[in-house]
Structure formats: C-alpha cells, structure tokens
C-alpha cells in the first residue's frame, strides 16, 4: 500500500512526534511504501502575524505543497497527525479534491479546546466544550496564557466548525482511548468515524526484577502532572523511597519542598536518558501517575505494564479506562495527598498481591500495546477505507 502521512512539528518536540515516527517507521518495516510530508511551527516566527493568523486558518502556501506532493506520490491514503498550526484543515480539502481517503490521528483534545488540553487554573475545565466559538478559553488566555494567540487558536477551530471541516472532509478518526472518543462525541464529531487505537512501544523492553524495593514517578515536573501532590503524600510514606525521573518548570519549588520537610527518601534524578530511564522502571516495586488532567494515552503506564510493573494511578480521564483497579493497578483520588498515601500503604503491605498485578500488567501489555498488535489496528483502519480489507462497524 502507498502512503502519505503528514505531520506538523510543534516548536517544541513532543509525545506526537515519537507515535509519528514509530508509526512510518513501522508501516515502512512491513513493506509498505512509505511516503512523509512534514512542516514545523519554528517557520511561524519568520513571517508577519497577519499572515500568520491567515494561514493557521486556511494555508494555502501548505495546500500547493500538499498538491504537488500527491500528484508525484499518488497515495492510497493520506494520514495526517498534527495540522496545527503550519498545515492547517485547509489541507484536508486537497486531499478531498483527489478523491483519496483520508485518516486523521487526535492526539490531544484540540479540536475542543483551544489549549488542548482540558486544562486551567490547577485543574480540570470544559468551559470551552460544547460551545461553538470557545470565549472563556479566549477570555482566560489558555494557548500560551495569551489572549491573541488563543483567539488565533479559537478562529481556527470556529471557521472550520462553521465549514464543517473535520465531520465532512475525514473518512476516519484514530482517537487513543474510549474516553476520547466520548469527549469527540461531545464535539460533534461522527461517532461511526471514529477509530480506538492506542500507541505502542517499538521494542519490548521485557520484564524487569522489580528488586529495587522504591516508587518510581516519570514525566515532566509540571502543574497538570500531579507531582506536588506526589512529593506533598511522601511526609506520611518516611518508610518508601520515592525516585523521580524527569525536569519541568516545578523542579525548584520541588527541591525546595523535599529539602524543607526533609524528605531524605525522595530522590530528584532529573531528565535520563530512555535506557536510564526504563533500566528504573524494570527495578521499581511500582510506578505513581499522579496526573491531574485527562492525558491522552500516557505511554509512561504502557512501559510500566511492558516492565511488569504495577501502576498507582489518579482516577481521573483516561487512566480509569487503562489501568483495571486490582487488576493491572491501583487508584487514589486526584489532587489528594491523604489518599495517595492511603494506596502507596496498601501496595506496600501486599507484595504477594502486587507482583500478581505487575504479571497482569504484563499481559495486558502483550495485549494491547505491541507493535504487531498495532500494526494490525493501523492496517485494519487503511483498508476499510481503501476496500481491500473488512470494513470497520
């Protein structure tokens, strides 16, 4: 099969340019003829804001590149990932004009928030869900705490609301989880358009001993992640150790907080490298996700459960759909210290109970979230549109 997959590089990279990369690389491994399209917002900064506002909307400097493209590749489908903001939906008519079917992967939750995000303030907010042009995301400023840039943001997904673009001009969605797809759903997006497909890890990095007798957090040290909520819970847990691995804009306040309560079983590892970073995961009696926002398809739990390792979750968006209370993990109430530190006991106080959950983790690994698993998935999407496979129901 010939593909053209299109993407937009944000200025700052990020979890959808890893699954854009594993995906082409994965389809290319299987044979396939693998055609890419890329733009990156860094091309932004180089050209007046007037223009800018213009083409985040409707590119048409995007659509004669995506033109000439087609005509040399002349692809069975076309599957874009990101289009904002170089790209632009406006792309989405091109491919249309070449009678090509057409995929497209949400990522994150911009297509009902202007800051993707679903979240403001320290917590959870849909203000914006359900209205037609999203003022109070305007009004708080949520894309980069600017109201221009939001409203440039909001005019972008009201114009093509108003067009119809996403629910007339995509044959297929790939959303990450079922609680997405209910979020979609909320938007007006075609439920019978929309696809479940999780990420995957490329390599299995196998099982690990789980020797190392510590809980392990990994991700950015930043507000949505839940981390001072985590290093808050370890005054009442003096008896587990608690590694992190990760930097972000609360590294400082963190390092303060563990040195004022002298937290001396909390170790701040900063960034690490991947081989680092999982050679912790194989070694930790559990992973914490403490997360407060709804995340998309978190891939620090996918590793964890690929390591057989237990995941203590926050009961909060899409963690509630991955991780099976008793079974693969864990939950506690998000944001409460008192109930994190409730569940790290309980874990603590049943290793029996825990190495189960971790073999279970595995297995709803092997499941899931390998690469052959969804390259199955992935292939099962083109050829519904392409009909040279069953049709998806």
């Known amino acids: 099969m010939r593909l053209l997959l299109v993407h937009n590089y944000y200025q700052q990279p990020g979890g959808e340019d890893v699954v854009f990369a594993s995906e082409r690389d994965l389809l290319a491994k299987m044979g396939h003829d693998v055609h890419v399209l890329t733009a990156h917002n860094d091309s932004v900064a180089e050209i007046p804001r007037s223009r800018a506002f213009v083409e985040s909307i409707w590119s048409r400097s995007f659509q004669r590149i995506l033109d000439a493209k087609i005509a040399e590749v002349r692809p069975d489908v076309v599957h874009f990932h990101n289009t904002f903001m170089v790209i632009s939906p406006a792309a989405f008519y091109t491919v249309k004009k070449w009678r090509i079917p057409l995929v497209q992967t949400l990522h994150n939750y911009r297509l009902a928030c202007p800051a993707a995000t679903f979240f403001r303030d320290g917590q959870i907010c849909e203000a914006c869900l359900g209205h037609f042009v999203p003022l109070p995301g305007i009004r708080h400023g949520c894309y ?221 690994f092997l499941a899931r979230f390998t690469a052959e698993r969804n390259y199955e998935q992935l292939l099962a999407v083109y050829q519904s549109l392409t009909g040279s496979g069953q049709p998806i129901g």
């Open 144 to 364: 980069r705490e600017s109201k221009v840039t939001t409203a440039t943001v909001a005019a972008m997904m009201t114009v093509h609301r108003a067009m119809r673009t996403w629910s007339n001009q995509v044959d297929r969605f790939v959303v990450l989880t079922e609680f997405a797809r209910q979020k979609f759903m909320e938007t007006g997006l075609p439920d019978e358009k929309m696809v479940v497909k999780p990420n995957f890890l490329v390599e299995d990095p196998d099982v690990g001993a789980r020797s190392g007798g510590y809980a392990l957090f990994v991700g950015r040290l930043s507000e949505e992640k839940g981390v001072r909520t985590l290093v808050e819970s370890w005054s009442a847990l003096p008896h587990i150790p608690l590694k992190i691995v990760g930097d972000g804009p609360l590294m400082p306040e963190l390092r303060a907080l563990v040195e004022s309560r002298s937290l001396t079983n909390v170790e701040l590892l900063g960034r690490r490298s991947r081989e680092d970073t999982l050679a912790f995961m194989k070694d930790a009696y559990c992973l914490v996700f403490p997360s407060e926002w709804y995340e998309g398809l978190p891939m620090t739990i996918v590793e964890a459960f690929a390591c057989g390792v237990p995941v203590i979750a926050s009961n909060v968006g899409a963690m509630r759909e991955l991780v099976a209370e008793g079974h693969t993990g864990l939950f506690f109430t998000a944001g409460d210290t008192f109930s994190l530190a409730t569940t790290l006991q309980q874990a603590w106080s049943q290793p029996d109970a825990m190495s189960r959950i971790g073999q279970n983790a595995r297995q709803e």
